[in-house]
């Protein structure tokens, strides 16, 4: 496989760490730490690259809303003409707000509830993923008491092993998703009885962060088997959704995953026998979109050393940024001075090793460990890259700490997306006890 040279818009101009043109240093005076700051410019790049490398397969790229909700970032993918995937009705709501096509919607999870579809149906979303028996009775239910037709896909569960980390594993027969590939056509035969529904594809999505094509193709082997299968027997099935999934580089030195142009020759091989079959092929990525993008900007607070170690605290924490604590994950680190090139960013001055920690009163409290980084001063800026997917999504209050801003850079001017929280939004919904 040929490694591609990782796409990252952070970048030293002068020793200065800048995403596109606009120096961290200054969003950080401007804006406050911590603070998300992506690029407008990645973000197009990647779903370029992404759908330019399905080019010649009938195809819908529907970005999945959970890596990244924000209504800036939302917008400038649906002004490139994508579609979303979402998994609850807060994710159409924002994906509406954006300016988004609901008819470009396809809507995945185990648990949707009746309101949930019932106001997916009124927006006229694409497709439902629906994943179990009881799902489709119910959307069934919904949709005749609405007088509408749900276009329903199966998630079925190809039972293959993504080879990443369990927590994002969703492929695997004891996972919660989809149903398996044994039972789906007794549940489409049910399925096409069933009032106001049209069966129209299949989908699957079988795990994060994969690093290997082979997985990806192993699965959709599987579900271009059953849909012929099906066609032979009266389905005529004219969607495949593959779902998300290709990971990207987190700096590790680890084995480079796909590029989106591996992938998407892989995946049109493997979709070979349904060519000239009018099967139209949706996928959901997230990550391989916006995680580049992305980096979250702290300043130091402290350093301290024990007998064991050197810890560099930093007011950013696992609110802000939860992957290293949830997953163990990796993320690179750039000190935003002191700094030199564009891929790779080699810092320019001595090191030391460190663990990068956050203010959270919890041992998991951690952004790294055993990092090697320069030692820095107490004010300066780290920025922790590759966190423009599953960082500022997944953030809470915990603490009772504000969430950070988020800003999109776009050449060198930048836009607020989402302002800091205030400590007065934090406590609107309480009340003190009578
Ligand atoms: N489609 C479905 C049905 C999914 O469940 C997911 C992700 C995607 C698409 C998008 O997958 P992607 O292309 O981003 O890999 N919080 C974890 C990742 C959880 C992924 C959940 N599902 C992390 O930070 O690594």
Same mark, same amino acid.
């Given at each position: 496989?040929?490694?591609?040279?990782?796409?990252?818009?952070?970048? =030293?101009?002068?020793?200065?760490?800048?995403?596109?043109? @606009?120096?961290?240093?200054?969003?950080?005076?401007?804006?406050?730490?911590?603070?998300?700051?992506?690029?407008?410019?990645?973000?197009?790049?990647?779903?370029?690259?992404?759908?330019?490398?399905?080019?010649?397969?009938?195809?819908?790229?529907?970005?999945?809303?959970?890596?990244?909700?924000?209504?800036?970032?939302?917008?400038?993918?649906?002004?490139?003409?994508?579609?979303?995937?979402?998994?609850? =009705?807060?994710?159409?709501?924002?994906?509406?707000?954006?300016?988004?096509?609901?008819?470009?919607? @396809?809507?995945?999870?185990?648990?949707?509830?009746?309101?949930?579809?019932?106001?997916?149906?009124?927006?006229?979303?694409?497709?439902?993923?629906?994943?179990?028996?009881?799902?489709?009775?119910?959307?069934?239910?919904?949709? @005749?008491?609405?007088?509408?037709?749900?276009?329903?896909?199966?998630?079925?569960?190809?039972?293959?092993?993504?080879?990443?980390?369990?927590?994002?594993?969703?492929?695997?027969?004891?996972?919660?998703?989809?149903?398996?590939?044994?039972?789906?056509?007794?549940?489409?035969?049910?399925?096409?009885?069933?009032?106001?529904?049209?069966?129209?594809?299949?989908?699957?999505?079988?795990?994060?962060?994969?690093?290997?094509?082979?997985?990806?193709?192993?699965?959709?082997?599987?579900?271009?088997?059953?849909?012929?299968?099906?066609?032979?027997?009266?389905?005529?099935?004219?969607?495949?959704?593959?779902?998300?999934?290709?990971?990207?580089? =987190?700096?590790?030195?680890?084995?480079?995953?796909?590029?989106?142009?591996?992938?998407?020759?892989?995946?049109?091989?493997?979709?070979?026998?349904?060519?000239?079959?009018?099967?139209?092929?949706?996928?959901?990525?997230?990550?391989?979109?916006?995680?580049?993008?992305?980096?979250?900007?702290?300043?130091?607070?402290?350093?301290?050393?024990?007998?064991?170690?050197?810890?560099?605290?930093?007011?950013?924490?696992?609110?802000?940024?939860?992957?290293?604590?949830?997953?163990?994950?990796?993320?690179?680190?750039?000190?935003?001075?002191?700094?030199?090139?564009?891929?790779?960013?080699?810092?320019?001055?001595?090191?030391?090793?460190?663990?990068?920690?956050?203010?959270?009163?919890?041992?998991?409290?951690?952004?790294?460990?055993?990092?090697?980084?320069?030692?820095?001063?107490?004010?300066?800026?780290?920025?922790?890259?590759?966190?423009?997917?599953?960082?500022?999504?997944?953030?809470?209050?915990?603490?009772?700490?504000?969430?950070?801003?988020?800003?999109?850079?776009?050449?060198?001017? =930048?836009?607020?997306?989402?302002?800091?929280?205030?400590?007065?939004?934090?406590?609107?919904?309480?009340?003190?006890?009578?």
């Amino acid at each position: 496989m040929t490694a591609q040279p990782t796409s990252t818009p952070f970048h =030293y101009i002068d020793g200065k760490l800048h995403c596109e043109g @606009v120096a961290l240093d200054r969003i950080a005076a401007e804006q406050g730490t911590p603070v998300y700051v992506y690029s407008r410019g990645e973000l197009e790049r990647a779903y370029k690259a992404f759908t330019g490398a399905l080019a010649g397969i009938e195809h819908r790229v529907c970005f999945s809303v959970k890596a990244n909700s924000n209504l800036g970032v939302l917008s400038v993918l649906a002004g490139l003409g994508a579609g979303a995937d979402i998994v609850s =009705y807060g994710e159409l709501f924002r994906w509406l707000k954006a300016g988004g096509d609901p008819a470009k919607v @396809v809507f995945s999870g185990v648990g949707k509830t009746d309101d949930e579809m019932g106001k997916a149906l009124d927006a006229g979303i694409m497709i439902f993923n629906v994943e179990s028996d009881e799902e489709l009775d119910a959307l069934s239910k919904v949709a @005749v008491a609405r007088g509408k037709r749900a276009r329903v896909a199966l998630r079925v569960n190809p039972d293959v092993d993504p080879q990443t980390h369990p927590y994002i594993s969703t492929g695997l027969k004891q996972n919660k998703f989809g149903v398996s590939m044994h039972d789906a056509p007794a549940i489409l035969r049910r399925a096409k009885a069933l009032p106001a529904l049209d069966i129209v594809g299949i989908d699957c999505h079988i795990g994060s962060q994969l690093t290997k094509t082979s997985p990806f193709t192993d699965a959709i082997a599987r579900l271009v088997q059953l849909i012929l299968d099906l066609r032979a027997d009266g389905i005529n099935i004219t969607s495949i959704d593959v779902g998300g999934g290709l990971g990207i580089d =987190y700096g590790k030195g680890d084995a480079l995953p796909p590029s989106p142009a591996e992938y998407g020759d892989a995946v049109r091989a493997a979709l070979a026998p349904l060519t000239a079959l009018g099967v139209m092929l949706l996928c959901e990525p997230g990550r391989v979109i916006v995680g580049q993008a992305g980096a979250l900007v702290a300043s130091v607070v402290f350093r301290k050393t024990n007998e064991a170690k050197h810890f560099t605290i930093i007011d950013g924490a696992m609110n802000d940024l939860m992957r290293p604590a949830l997953y163990g994950s990796f993320h690179p680190m750039w000190p935003v001075a002191g700094g030199t090139g564009a891929h790779g960013l080699i810092s320019t001055r001595a090191t030391i090793t460190t663990d990068v920690v956050g203010p959270i009163c919890e041992t998991g409290d951690f952004l790294g460990r055993d990092r090697t980084l320069p030692e820095l001063a107490r004010g300066e800026l780290l920025a922790i890259g590759a966190a423009g997917a599953y960082g500022a999504v997944m953030s809470s209050n915990y603490n009772t700490r504000p969430r950070a801003p988020e800003i999109l850079v776009a050449g060198t001017n =930048y836009t607020i997306v989402r302002k800091r929280e205030t400590l007065e939004q934090l406590i609107a919904n309480e009340v003190v006890a009578g």
